[in-house]
């Protein structure tokens, strides 16, 4: 009789169209702005919900289309916007979701290949402390609410 083993087997699925999980956690639509032609980062943005009695923190990623993928917060310090990197990541305490999203914590994907038209998507893996890596469907889309003009926070901001 033969006995299936399964050892420390992460499987990550699509929970909805554009939402996807791994362990305890659920990213809920992953977006990236259209960012002007050369840009040397993109902003990436998503929700990310702990279903857990334990936190865990996202703690990186990695991205074919960008050198590489950081963490980054974006905080208005004495009226001047101040960012920073997350080397230590984003905690998601159990029972919480948090907002990855324009002027606050955020992905940047750093020298991208190239620019993406509105509607592309493109895949990132993001890795968890506790959950462990999952890939994600970015997709390409305007600056909700904002103008033309400004399509990216990070339209002058070096890498």
Known sequence: MATLFMSSLLIASPAAAHDFSV?????????????????PVIGGYLTLTNTGSQPDTLVGGSATIAERVEIHEMRIEDG?????PLPAGQEIAPGATVELQPGGTHLMFINPERAF???????????????GEVAVEFVVQRNPGGNAGQEDEHGGHAP
């Not at 362990?23 to 840009?39: C, E, F, K, Q, T």
């Not at 509105?118 to 959950?131: D, H, M, Q």
């Open 117 to 131: 038209s509105e509607g592309e998507r493109f895949e990132v893996t993001l890795e968890f402390a506790n959950a």
């Open 23 to 39: 362990g305890d956690i659920a990213v809920g639509h992953p977006w990236s702005r259209l960012a002007p032609a050369n840009a």
């Open 80 to 84: 001047v916007a101040r960012m920073r």
